[in-house]
């Protein structure tokens, strides 16, 4: 294994990326080594909603022009168990890498680094490295390129962990608040009230037969499950067991197929609340949408897909998780996601990546660069 590859993961599990901090300790990991291969760098810098400075990372090198390839990674992680001693600190076990973000991302922006460094010299086409933020809580960084139009890429092959299959499309991630308002009065006393709680149920309930029914007319066979699904994460409501809740709300997720109008959903919701009041007059609902992202769907044909599959002897598929995808597509990039390490074993505690999956996807990724930027 590459010195530089390892010592590289190494330095970037170290790095406390938690979406909730800055990502530009990631960047200044990166960036020097890619000036020093040669690539112009720039941080496209923005400040989130807590006001943490955070910033996109675009590195080019090979003349000007769109890029012919884009490696694309995001640098922050999931939070991770204080008791878990090790987190940020890269272990060997088994033949296994341990320590946050060793599986997603950080395994495959450092297997990008080392492709590019072993080509870099021998470029006849652009390619970029692209380090985003944020996206585990909503793709911010993507969003951000994706409005400031800051990549320009025909193709990019963007990390997640894939246990190295090519993955060519991903639904969408929709996510939703629904309020209800009722009447606060003593429980002894129902007529004194109107209960938020048992109007929060009526539509849950509604919705559940809509999740089980009519969601499930529109399908695509290359998925699994082959539907846009639906799921009530959290219900909150009500002060105390004696009162008669005056408000609850209902928190909700939708994963469209691509081939769906992600404000489907929505807008039968909105249809819903509208039915159930009707019906009862003290019934107040509203529905907050949150986050309306699609999904994608790059076709089995395109040719950074064929390659993928090729080289690594594993046939495309679909996925119902989120990745930047979407965005590099709206972008003008043809989008693949691929990357070491299990999805499954992403987001928890001992979270690892094989070291023989880290070691092959800088072989995989060398030789997509030679395929697309040296030939």
């Known amino acids: 294994m590459s010195d530089e590859l390892l010592s590289t993961l190494r330095d970037l599990v170290a790095i406390d990326s938690t979406s909730v901090r800055t990502n530009q300790p990631v960047l200044d990991v990166l960036e020097p080594q890619l000036t020093a291969l040669g690539f112009h760098c720039l941080r496209h810098r923005y400040r989130d909603d807590s006001g943490v400075e955070k910033a996109n990372l675009v590195a080019t090198l090979g003349g000007g022009g769109p890029l012919e390839l884009a490696l694309v990674g995001h640098t922050d992680c999931v939070p991770f168990d204080a008791q878990w001693a090790e987190a940020l600190v890269l272990t060997e076990r088994d033949g296994k890498l341990y320590g946050r973000g060793s599986c997603d991302t950080k395994a495959f922006i450092a297997c990008a680094l080392e492709a590019a460094r072993r080509v870099a010299s021998q470029l006849k086409r652009p390619l970029g490295l692209c380090f985003t933020a944020d996206e585990e809580v909503g793709c911010v960084g993507a969003k951000k390129l994706q409005a400031g139009k800051l990549l320009d890429a025909r193709r990019a092959i963007i990390g997640e962990p894939t246990s190295l299959t090519p993955v060519r499309a991903n639904k969408g991630y929709c996510l939703a608040e629904v309020e209800f308002t009722g009447k606060e009065g003593h429980s002894a006393y129902p007529a004194s009230g109107v209960s938020a709680v048992f109007h929060a149920a009526r539509f849950v309930t509604q919705l559940e037969a809509f999740s089980l029914e009519g969601l499930r007319v529109q399908t695509d066979a290359t998925f699994e499950p082959p539907f846009t699904t639906l799921n009530v994460g959290v219900i909150a409501g009500g002060k105390a067991k004696n009162i008669i809740p005056g408000h609850c709300r209902v928190t909700l997720e939708w994963r469209p197929i691509p081939g769906q109008n992600v404000r489907f959903v929505l807008e039968q919701v909105e249809a819903m609340l509208r039915d159930l009041h009707a019906a009862d007059e003290t019934f107040n609902g509203k529905v907050t949408p949150l986050r309306m ?36 597509a709206a972008l003008g990039a043809v989008p693949v996601v691929f990357g070491p390490g299990d999805i499954r074993v ?15 996807a800088a072989e995989v990724l060398e030789s997509a660069i030679r395929h697309f930027c040296c030939a």
């Open 346 to 360: 992403a987001h928890q505690t001992g979270e690892f990546v094989p070291k023989a999956e880290l070691l092959r």
């Open 293 to 328: 992202d699609s999904g994608f769907d790059t076709a089995a044909e395109q040719d950074v897909v064929r390659f993928l599959e090729t080289a690594t002897g594993n046939a495309s598929k679909t996925v119902a998780f989120g990745t930047e995808g979407p965005q590099l």
